[in-house]
C-alpha cells in the first residue's frame, strides 16, 4: 500500500531557459513548504555542486519532496524535479520529464520566451505533460508580463492570457508562491498505478555518495517496494537487497515504503555501477513484472576530447576519478587511450563543450587533477575503399587518405532568436561557419533564425562568438540532424618533422590554411628556443601548409655562476631538473606542458 494516497500526490518538472530562475523559485517553494528552517535554508538548495553554487547553473536535475496543505483543506505531497537549463543537458531533462505528469514553466517576464524556453516545452509536450506557466521576476521595471503571456500563447500555442492561466511572481522576493503551489495541486493530473501490481519503478538517476556509495533516484510507475525487498534490474538482471529507502525533503529522510506515483532513492550495497542504468525499470525478484517501461533513448556523447594527466603518477588516480564522475553522470564516456605526445591518458565523451568543461572542471578542483585536453572533436563517419565504415572521434585514428573513399560529419539544427538589431552579426556568424539558412521568423521584435550548421563548426566557440556577436542577448538551442558527406581533412602539426599526434585535427578544407598557419604561429611562441633550429609544420597527408623556424639558441644555465659557488649552481641544476619533469620529448625537441594548453585553445 502506498502512504500516499494518488490523489493527494502531485509530480513536476520545473523547466525553463537558463537564468530566467527555476532554482530561485524551488528555493522558494522549498522554503514556503517549511521543508528546511530559515537557518538551513541557503540559497539555491538544489544547486548543491559547488560548481553549480559558483556559475549559478543547474547541472544534475534534482529531486524533493514536499508537504503543501492546500486551501481545499488536504494536504498534498509535491514531488519537485528541478531540470539544467543548458542545451548539453537536454537529456537529463528528458529524464525529469518521464518521472513527472506536468511542468511547471517559468518565463522570465523581462526576458520572454527564449529558445530553450521552446526546447524545453516540446520535451515537455511530447512527455504528455500538462504545463503550467509562470511569468517570473516581475519584481523588475523591465518586466513586462503582458507582453510575455501574448508571447506564450502565439509562440508556444498554451493559454497564458488570463491571471489564472499564468501567474505572475517574483521567485527573488517571493511575490505569489503560493499562487504557483495552488496552480500546481489545482491543475496537475495526479499519478496513476495500481499499488497490489508487479513493481516497475523507473530507474532515474543514479549517483555516488561518499558516505553510502551507490544511490538510486526511482520513480514507482506500479506496485510497491519496501525496505528489505529483493530487487531486480530488468535490463542487466543484476538483484540487490533493498538496505534503505527514502525520499529528499531535500534532507535524505528514510521511509519504510514507496508506493505508486512516488519518487524517491534506493540504497542497496550496490558495488557495480555498471548494474544501475539509467532509463531501466526495477522490479522485484519474487514477482517480477511481464514487462518493463519504455524506458529512455540513450544519450549519445557528441564531443570527444583525450584528457592526460600532467603528472603521470596520475593515470591511476584519474582512472578512478573518472569512474566516480560516470557515476553521477551516465551521459558521460571515457575509454584509455595512448599519445605519442601526451602519455597514457583517456578519451572521453561529452553531451557538449560546456559538459566538458564541467567534467575537466570537477575533475581538477575535485579530485586535484592537473590535465591536458586535447581538442575537441565530433564524431564522424568515414567510409572506407574497402566498404567499411568507421565512426572516428580521434583525428590521430584518421586512416591514410588513400583508404577512405568519402567522410561524413554530424550537422545541427539550430534555433537562435535574437533582437532584430543584432539579427546581422547573427546571419553572418552562421554563415561564416558554413550554416545553411532553414527559416527566419519573427516574435514580436525578435528574430529566430533556424540553422543547419556542422557541428564541428559550432563545438569550438560558436556559442561564445554568438554571445559577444550579440552582446549576451542570443539564444541557442540545438538538435543533432543527420550527417552529410564533406570536404574534410586530417592536419597534423610536425615539429623538427615528428608528428605531434595530440596536435592533429580535422577541419574542412577551405579552413585548413587557416587553421595550420594560426597553430603553428602561435607554436612558435610557445615552444622555448633550443640549441638548434626547430621546424614547426602543419601538413595534409605529406603536403606541408604552414611552416615557422625557431631560431637556435646557446644557453647554458650555470654559465652566470662564474667561480667557485658549487651549491648555487647545483641548486640552479636542479630547478632545471624539475622544470624538464613538465617538459615532453620530441625527437630531439622538448616541448613544455604549458604549449600544449595553449596551442590546443582554439580561437
Ligand atoms: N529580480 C529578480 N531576479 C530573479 C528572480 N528570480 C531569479 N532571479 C535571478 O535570476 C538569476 C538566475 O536565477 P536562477 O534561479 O539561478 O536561474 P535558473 O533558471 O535556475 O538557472 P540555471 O540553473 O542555470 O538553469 C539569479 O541571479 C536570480 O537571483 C526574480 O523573481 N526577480
Redesign the pocket.
Known sequence: MSETPLSLIRNFSII???????????DRLIELCGALTKREMKS?VL?SMEL?QER???IKAQTVRLTYPAKDGKTYILNLM?T???VDFAYEVSRSLAACEGSLL?V?ASQGVEAQTLANVYQAIDANHEIVPVL?????PAAEPEKTRAQIEEVIGIPASDPEDAVE?????G?NIEGVLEALVKRLPPPQGDAAAPLQALLVDSWYDAYLGVIILVRIKEGSLRKGDKIRMMETGATYHVDQLGVFSPKMTPVESLGPGEIGYINAAIKTVADCKVGDTITLDNRPAPAPLPGFKPSVPVVWCGLFPIDADDFEKLRESLGKLQLNDASFHFEAETSAALGFGFRCGFLGLLHLEIIQERLSREFNLDLIATAPSVVYRVFKTDGTMELLHNPADMPDTSLIERIEEPWIKASIMVQDEYLGNVLALCSERRGVQLDLTYVGNRAMAVYKLPLNEVVFDFYDKLKSATRGYASFDYQMDDYEESDLVRISILVNHEPVDALSFIAHRSAADMRGRAICARLKDLIPRQLFKIAIQAAIGSKVIARETIGALSKDVTAKCYGGDISRKRKLLEKQKAGKKRMRQFGKVEIPQSAFLAALKMD
Open positions: 525553463a531557459h537558463i537564468d530566467h530562475g527555476k532554482s530561485t523559485l524551488a539555491q544547486d553549480e549559478g547553473i543547474t528541478d539544467p537549463g543548458h517559468v522570465d517570473n521576476k516581475v519584481d523588475l511572481i517574483s521567485a527573488k522576493t511575490i
